[in-house]
């Protein structure tokens, strides 16, 4: 049975105060399960990466319900002291450019996430590797993020979205840097992780041709998120 | 746990260890400038120190014969010998001289002594000490005379027979040792053209029985202080101890200048206080994307403030590190000594580590502002 993981309940978020406050989304409310690929659409400036950050526990939210995992997150506060504990623990988070830690190699990129969730290192460097041969760049453990390929750079950026076992990844455009072929095939590989390892993906795209991949679909326009078939 | 600052280090290590090393030549300034002093205060007592009396008679009213001038007759040695405790008294003069050698004249600090005497206010290191009145004299090797070199000064010709090591007066000068009549006829015999104007004058001007100051020893069981202010009752002169004349050396004479080099270290070590602060902020802020990418990913504050506060501090120890081999081999290639000591190396170390921990704040407090979101693509 499908797990609720991420479960939003009119929520909003606006900037400014008076005549120039400007709600970036508003009274958002969805549910996002366990092993679903979902596809966060919208034009530029419609409130995507607001809604994601929001998800993130990076942004606070002005108004509304946000849970993450069953946990309660934001009810008109944030419900947590520590928002970084909950994206450590629960959340994984792909970027549009890898933005990998450009003084770390791939493994090291990999393995700082538990690490700093106190996992020991040989425990860590053993699931990082897992990973890393999982998603074909196990022979590139000791590069900087300077000798690879974009690919690769995604590649081992997606190793470090798994590495701390997230409930959640929330990705931002992640194949934008990519070329056609490329692109599918990290959306694919999403896909398949989500299927696999029950994780919830959340994805900022502006590519209509990987809607297909998608379990669902959210759109996003001018700060209204509805559900599209 | 990853060591952040060391992996970041590392991926720009000549950058950073260039730098450091940049800071690390102030930080060498700083302690060669701490040196100078130390080598000030060493230098001063040398002479004194060499002398070793029990008591300083010197012109009335005057702190010499080393902070002032002071002028005294010879013939009264006589008179301080008849008081009581007083053992031996030396007479002893003091002058700057310029020594000429090849191109270029050397500015010397010559002691007159009574060179028949034991009194030997020296320590050689090769050749003899003078041991009669026919022109001889003895140098420091920082001269640059070998035994056996003629020196003009004055109206005659010096012969070296005798060689010091170190031997520095407190202005950093070489000594020199002269008898004491032939120091007298230098630094107080007239020309022969206005000693010949003076007698047409009817002006005598061939005396030259005249001294700076007397060393005295005196006998066991005599409280120097006591005879002190004997000799100053009856003689009407300046009677210093030797601790006295130290403090009047430390004190008064090198003070104004221990404290320039004290200011001077001052600036230097807000200046490098400065450009540490200034790196370490530098090197934050190009670092603004990687901070907000390891917060997002849920770095605590704590890892980032140890990341920012460990280069800092391996800044300042590299700085340091690289200062002191600075400083080491610099040192006996100064002009003037350089004393440097391990205690004021410990010291600054300790200070530099201070500085680091402080430089750091501007940057920590930099990244902790930074918003995680800023890793998202808008």
């Not at chain 1, 209204?224 to 078939?229: G, Q």
Request: hydrophobic share 45%; net charge neutral; charged share 20%.
């Amino acid at each position: 049975m499908k797990k609720r993981i991420i479960s939003v309940e009119n929520l909003s978020k606006t900037y400014g105060e008076g005549e120039n406050a400007v709600t970036a989304i508003k009274e958002a409310t969805f549910d996002i399960y366990s092993g679903e690929t979902v596809a966060l659409l919208g034009p530029s400036g419609s409130g995507k990466t607001t809604l994601i950050t929001m998800i993130g526990c990076i942004t606070e939210p002005t108004s509304g319900k946000l849970s993450l995992d069953g946990e309660l997150m934001y009810d008109q506060k944030w419900q947590i002291y520590d928002t970084r504990r909950i994206r450590r623990e629960k959340i994984g988070f792909i970027f549009q450019a890898h933005n990998l830690i450009p003084f770390l190699n791939v493994l090291e990129n990999v393995t700082i996430v538990p690490q700093m969730n106190g996992i020991k290192k040989a425990t860590a460097d053993q699931k990082a590797k897992e990973l890393l041969d999982y998603l074909g760049v196990e022979d590139k453990l000791t590069k900087m993020p300077s000798q690879l390929s974009g690919g690769q750079s995604q590649r081992v950026a997606i190793a470090r979205s798994l590495a701390n076992n997230p409930k959640i990844i929330l990705a931002d455009e992640p194949t934008a840097a990519l070329d056609g072929e490329r692109a599918l095939s990290v959306m694919n590989l999403l896909r398949k992780l989500a299927h696999e390892q029950e994780v919830a993906i959340v994805v900022v795209t502006h590519d209509e041709r990987m809607l297909p991949l998608f379990d669902r679909i959210l759109r996003v326009e001018d700060g209204i998120v509805k559900e599209t078939i | 746990m990853i060591n952040l600052a060391q992996r970041d280090i590392a991926h720009s290590l000549g950058k950073f260890v260039t730098t450091a090393l940049g800071v690390g030549m102030l930080i060498g300034v700083v302690l060669v400038m701490i040196g100078i002093y130390r080598g000030m205060v060493h230098d001063a007592m040398i002479v004194p120190n060499n002398i070793a009396p029990d008591l300083w008679v010197v012109q009335k009213d005057t702190l010499g014969p080393f902070a002032e001038s002071s002028r005294l007759h010879e013939d009264l040695k006589y008179s301080l010998k008849g008081f009581a405790g007083v053992k031996e008294v030396h007479p002893l003069t003091f002058q700057s001289l310029q020594m000429p050698k090849g191109d270029k004249p050397i500015r010397v600090y010559a002691l007159g002594y009574e060179s028949l005497s034991s009194f030997k206010p020296f320590t050689l290191t090769q050749g003899t000490a003078i041991k009669v009145r026919s022109r001889e004299i003895i140098v420091d090797t920082k001269t640059g005379f070998i035994l056996g070199d003629k020196i003009t000064l004055g109206r005659n010709i010096y012969t070296v027979v005798g060689l010091t090591h170190k031997a520095v007066s407190s202005g950093g000068d070489p000594m020199v040792y002269l008898d004491l009549h032939e120091a007298q006829e230098l630094q107080f015999l007239f020309s022969n053209e206005q000693i010949r104007n003076d007698r047409v004058r009817g002006a005598q001007s061939t005396a030259t029985a005249t001294v700076n100051a007397f060393a005295l020893t005196l006998s066991p069981g005599f409280d120097s202080k006591t005879v002190a202010q004997e000799i100053h009752r009856w003689k009407h002169q300046e009677v210093y101890t030797q601790q006295e004349q130290s403090d009047i050396l430390t004190k008064n004479l090198i003070e104004r200048s221990a404290k320039q080099i004290g200011m001077f270290t001052m600036i230097l070590l807000i200046v490098s206080s400065v450009i540490i602060s200034l790196i370490i902020y530098t090197m934050t802020m190009g670092k603004i994307k990687e901070i907000a990418i390891l917060k997002l990913i849920g770095a605590s504050n704590f890892l980032i403030t140890k990341m920012i506060a460990q280069q800092s501090l391996l800044m300042g120890i590299i700085a340091f590190a690289g200062g002191a081999i600075f400083a080491n081999a610099s040192a006996n290639h100064f002009p003037k000594t350089v004393i440097l000591i391990p205690s004021d190396e410990l010291k600054l170390f300790l200070v530099v580590i201070i500085i680091s921990i402080l430089a750091s704040i501007g940057g920590i407090r930099s990244a902790l502002r930074i918003d995680p979101a800023s890793a998202i693509g808008g």
